[in-house]
């Protein structure tokens, strides 16, 4: 099955931002501020995880200029259900060219923490050999059960859109028939090249797991969680959810 994984760098480090750009962290471009999520649980915005641009093979959101914006709260971290698909907590923005502004959002006054920020520089397509016949089998334990050893241990851990997911617990807790996975985000960024500068969330990895040289602090998914991104058709325009799981 056809994957795509990320090739990063620090923002700072990227072209100017000029229009809605692929990167994970940071400030949305173009979100109103009305359409700036808050948590069902706290009352308080909730911090950007990722914003990914429509595209019709790694991530189809139906029309060329959707952006999805990702969110979690980060305000009191462990005290609100962000690991649930549909507990408030996060959320998922699907929103159409026309509606987007121009430049940085504003932060809202309740100033939520911002996530260190990475642009995506170019999207890798890769194959991890399984036949598409197999993907029913990874969202249940018993179909999981069912796969022998290698074939379960060929799906990667790190970020990336398309593919199935590596669950950390059990696929039990995805949100069932009508959801289209369409990607997950690792809680460390895994750089594919070195950072051109220093930063203190930044550091080598020298055991480059998964291909990656640096190894970047990312949101908070728990102890070494993955965060798994799912897109439900009803009608014109998607929507998605969210869910995480940890060790």
């Not at 093979?57 to 971290?77: E, I, K, T, W």
């Not at 960024?189 to 080598?204: A, C, G």
């Not at 014109?236 to 799981?245: E, F, S, V």
Request: charged share 25%.
């Amino acid at each position: 099955m056809r994957y795509f994984v990320p090739d990063i760098c620090v923002a700072a480090e990227a072209p100017p931002e000029n229009s809605p750009q692929d990167k994970f962290g940071g400030i949305p471009f173009g979100l109103r501020r009305a359409l700036w999520p808050k948590c069902k649980d706290c009352g308080r915005s909730q911090s950007l995880l990722a914003q990914l641009t429509h595209d019709a093979m790694r991530l189809d959101l139906g029309r060329a200029g959707r952006v999805l914006f990702v969110y979690q709260c980060n305000h009191d971290p462990g005290m609100c259900a962000t690991w649930e698909a549909h507990a408030g907590a996060n959320a998922c923005i699907i929103v159409e060219p026309e509606e987007l502004g121009e430049g940085p959002a504003a932060l809202p006054d309740d100033e939520p923490s911002i996530e260190n920020e990475v642009r995506v520089l170019a999207w890798i397509e890769m194959d991890d050999g399984l036949p598409a016949s197999l993907a029913s089998s990874f969202f249940s334990s018993d179909g999981l059960d069912s796969l022998a050893d290698d074939i379960r241990e060929r799906v990667t851990w790190g970020t990336r859109l398309g593919g199935v997911p590596r669950w950390i617990q059990s696929p039990d807790e995805g949100p069932g028939p009508g959801w289209r996975f369409v990607g997950q985000f690792d809680s460390s960024y895994s750089f594919l090249n070195p950072p051109k500068t220093r930063h203190d969330w930044i550091s080598d990895d020298p055991d480059r797991w998964e291909g990656r040289t640096h190894v970047g602090q990312g949101p908070n998914f728990g102890d070494g969680g993955i965060a798994y991104l799912f897109l439900h058709q009803t009608g014109g325009k998607p929507h998605g959810c969210l869910l995480w799981q940890c060790g």
